[in-house]
């Protein structure tokens, strides 16, 4: 079964930093691009970044909403994802959820980790 | 970007009709097309891939069809637990991945 937990979401000042990771279980993890998605409170789905495999050399991709804020990374000998989220905004405020890609679409998301970003 | 609009942005029904959700987009996304059903404090769930192809475990009440900028997902026979949001989502030109903004089901 694909499970994906992520954590390390909390409470951040505005301009404060954080690091969400996520881990997976019950598939291959470095056969997969993963993706961290968010969701502000009451609104939908918008996309963070996407992260490749190796063979696809761990090339990165953003959302321009935080292209030079945030950053992924994954540690595939850990089966684990991580978002470095840097000069954060109270925009930023979401849950943030760890997602599979499979053929280059989302298909099992994590349970999600709460981010809210107040003073 | 491609950008996916979904109507009706709210659908009220009763349990055992139909229900028939929109999504449309800005350009050709081909087949790549997905639903998602999100409930109250809950991950979304995968229902459909590829415009048609139901995932794993969804039932055979749940339908997807569609090509090119016009997709429709369709639930036959609306059961209690499908009162929840509906979100599309293309994989055929990224970044940036895309969603639509969703059309929440709920109960008249």
């Known amino acids: 079964e694909v499970q994906l937990v992520e954590s390390g979401g909390g409470l951040v000042q505005p301009g404060g930093s954080l690091r969400l990771s996520c881990v997976a279980s019950g598939f291959t993890f470095s056969d997969n691009y993963m993706d961290w998605v968010r969701q502000a409170p009451g609104k939908g789905l918008e996309w963070v970044g996407r992260?490749?495999?190796?063979?696809?050399?761990?090339?990165?991709d953003y959302a321009a909403s935080v292209k030079g804020r945030f950053t992924i990374s994954r540690d595939d000998s850990k089966n684990s994802l991580y978002l470095e989220m840097n000069s954060l905004k109270t925009e930023d405020t979401a849950v943030y959820y760890c997602?599979?890609?499979?053929?280059?679409?989302?298909?099992?998301w994590g349970r999600g980790t709460l981010v809210t970003v107040s003073s | 970007e491609i950008v996916l609009t979904q109507s009706p942005a709210t659908l009220s029904l009763s349990p055992g009709e139909r229900a028939t959700l929109s999504c449309r987009a800005s350009?050709?996304?081909?087949?790549?097309l997905a639903w998602f059903q999100q409930k109250p404090g809950q991950a979304p769930r995968l229902l459909i891939y590829?415009?048609?192809n139901r995932a794993t475990g969804i039932p055979a009440r749940f339908s997807g069809s569609g090509s090119g900028t016009d997709f429709t997902l369709t639930i036959s026979s609306l059961e209690p637990e499908d009162f929840a949001v509906y979100y599309c989502h293309q994989r055929f030109d990224w970044p940036p991945v895309t969603f639509g903004q969703g059309t929440r089901l709920e109960i008249k």
């Open positions: 350009q050709s996304v081909g087949r790549h």
């Open positions: 997602a599979r890609v499979i053929e280059t679409a989302i298909d099992h």
């Open positions: 590829d415009a048609s």
């Open positions: 992260i490749r495999n190796a063979p696809s050399s761990y090339i990165t």
